[in-house]
């Protein structure tokens, strides 16, 4: 029996994340070619930062992330193909673009 194929490849020059169990393979999910953006076929989108470009808000304790507009629009793309793909449709990823 096949084994379930998860999330199609989200971006072109993005990779495939195997796991090695003895002599099979076990997909995990997909990583971006530049090692920045990783997809799970669960359907979570992780995404590296730089601390540097993180502050924190003395009114309220949150820690403010900076993200070039191109970035954040490339992690709403990850995002809602990861969401399609697992059945949890993300509405309002359409109005932040």
């Known amino acids: 029996m096949p084994a379930p194929k998860g999330i199609p490849i989200p ?32 359907g979570a989108v992780l995404f590296e930062f730089d601390p540097i470009t993180a502050d924190w808000d003395e009114a309220t304790g949150e820690m403010v992330l900076r993200i070039h507009p191109q970035d954040a629009k490339r992690i709403l793309r990850w995002v809602r193909h990861a969401s399609e793909h697992t059945g949890v449709y993300a509405h309002r990823l359409e109005e932040l673009d």
């Open 11 to 42: 971006e072109a020059k993005a990779f495939r994340l195997d796991e090695r169990i003895y002599d099979s393979r076990q997909t995990k999910g997909w990583m971006s070619n530049d090692e920045r953006l990783v997809a799970t076929h669960a």
